[in-house]
């Protein structure tokens, strides 16, 4: 039976999660993958990324039935990231709790409540932290089942299932867990589990795959995605420099997480108390297929949310060792308070005022920018002659000009080289579509959707988008603190040289 001081520190660890992640929620659909998945509420359809594949299907469910209390698929999706923080927070400390002692239950708490990384994901409409929630609340009821309590086996089953159904990935990262802690059961018991596992898969699979229109439709998106992204610098087809680099990739990402906790394992020096070497093992079958994936197949800096189905176990880990440096270490206890009150505040300030993409900074300049041009773009041309042309980016791209100005066709360059020829998404009216050939016939100019001010990169870009233009096709214009590039709708076939334009190639 939990004590009232253990409690009370969930209370209380609990309540400062929820408080933190409401106060400094995202307003906008922040990644254009937050765009996906509030497209896939509307209508789910994997073949035009409505979400992108594999499709996310219970974390798209989760949000319909989300947004039928708030009414906006930003706060809902947001609502679904911080309810799963505060149930990732109760996990971890009870694990730490049960593997340690309160001490290390309550540093593991803290490194939670003020990751930078846990913080910023606690607040935008990603599936990362409802990802990283599933994988705390498998891991511990796989140790149970690795203890040899048969009463947690059918939950850790049906969670596994459950899991793979929010982000797929996490039935490949967790699978091996799975079936190493099953591993001393008996055969009915791991039948059973077994049952449970496939019934749970399919119970979100299969409508999944009727509302994708298909396994040929589902797959074939799927893989088209894989080919794209993923699939370019695999271990298999790039340099051993490319998995060296997400190696260190994955090393800044640990430090991006934890922030000035991540020195922590320099406090395993001053250990005392014995460890048990199966918490050691049952650790690394947790970890290991999630860092080998991220070392050697794929993984991006933007998408640092992905080493967040790790956090359970790292925090325990590092809250054990916190805990060991606090009882040991030769200083006084208020100095070790300053320290800790220290790393708090720096790690406050790396999530508040940093210039990375994950900052409460950068998601309000974000915000502030795509306010502005949702207000101005209407004044340089209107929706009724005036098509926009965006690009390929996760923050004021393709996703967010077709979502937020939806009285516009909005195409993305570049087009897509597929198998049966070139296609182009569009969106309007919210809904995305892969077209043939561009409907230009009712349109007179088209105006390129502009990309962050802080998009280092962009006006070489721009520049090389315009060069696929014959001289002095485009017009800039700046309004209202905006720049936008313009020019007439029959130029466009020199940026979409693959897809029917429906009109006729100028010379």
């Known amino acids: 039976m939990m004590s009232r001081r253990n409690l009370t520190d969930l209370l209380l660890l609990t309540g400062a999660v929820a408080a933190t992640r409401f106060l400094f929620r995202s307003h906008f659909l922040y990644d254009l993958d937050s765009v996906d998945f509030a497209l896939g509420m509307r209508r789910f359809d994997p073949h035009v990324y409505q979400p992108h594949p594999p499709g996310y299907f219970l974390y798209i469910c989760l949000g319909r039935l989300f947004n039928t209390i708030f009414h906006d698929p930003n706060l809902a999706l947001v609502a679904l990231s911080i309810l799963a923080s505060c149930g990732l927070v109760l996990v971890i400390y009870q694990m730490a709790l049960e593997w340690f002692d ?17 913080w910023f994901h606690g607040t935008v409409a990603l599936t990362y932290i409802v990802g990283a929630f599933f994988s705390a609340l498998f891991g511990y009821l796989c140790w149970h089942v690795d203890r040899g309590r048969p009463g947690f086996l059918l939950p850790a089953a049906i969670v596994l299932g459950i899991a793979a159904g929010v982000r797929p990935s996490s039935f490949v990262f ?12 008996t055969l009915p018991g791991k039948a059973l589990a077994s049952a449970a596992l496939l019934l749970t898969l399919a119970a979100w699979f299969v409508p999944m795959i009727v509302a994708s229109g298909g396994l040929k439709s589902y797959f074939g998106a799927l893989f088209m995605l894989w080919h794209l992204v993923p ?14 680099a997400r190696a260190f990739t994955i090393v800044f990402i640990y430090v991006l997480i934890f922030g000035a906790a991540s020195f922590a394992p320099l406090g395993a020096r001053l250990r005392k108390t014995p460890i048990d070497p199966q918490k050691k093992r049952f650790t690394l079958v947790w970890i290991a297929p999630a860092l080998c994936f991220f070392t050697f197949i794929f993984l991006k800096f933007v998408n640092s949310g992905y080493l967040l189905i790790l956090f359970a176990p790292a925090s325990l880990w590092l809250g054990f060792w916190i805990s060991e440096w606090y009882a040991h270490a030769a200083l006084s206890k208020p100095l070790k308070l300053a320290l800790i009150v220290g790393c708090a505040a720096l790690n406050t300030l790396l999530f508040l005022d940093s210039p990375l993409y994950c900052s409460y900074r950068q998601v309000r300049r974000f915000e502030a920018e795509l ?11 209107p929706p009724g002659n005036t098509l926009i042309v965006s690009f390929d980016s996760h923050f004021l791209g393709f996703r967010h000009a077709g979502y937020y100005l939806p009285d516009y066709l909005n195409v993305e360059y570049p087009e897509l080289k597929l198998a049966g020829g070139a296609r182009v ?4 009216g919210r809904d995305t579509r892969l077209l043939r050939t561009l409907p230009l016939a009712s349109y007179t100019r088209f105006v390129l959707f502009p ?3 802080n998009a280092n990169r962009y006006p070489e870009y721009l520049m090389k988008v315009e060069d696929t233009f014959p001289a002095h096709s485009l017009q800039t214009i700046r309004f209202n603190g905006q720049t936008f590039v313009t020019g007439p709708v029959s130029d466009l076939p020199y940026l979409f040289p693959g897809v029917d334009p429906g009109l006729k190639r100028m010379p």
């Open 371 to 381: 306010r502005s041009i949702q207000a101005t773009l209407p004044q340089v041309g």
């Open 425 to 428: 998404f569009a969106m309007q």
């Open 231 to 244: 699939g370019k610098k695999t271990v298999w087809n790039s340099s051993p420099a490319t998995s060296i």
């Open 174 to 185: 967790l699978l091996p867990l799975f079936l190493f802690s099953v591993r001393r059961t």
């Open 102 to 118: 309160q001490r290390a239950a309550r540093f593991a708490g803290l490194l939670f409540l003020f990751s930078p990384l846990a």
């Open 451 to 453: 990309l962050p001010g």
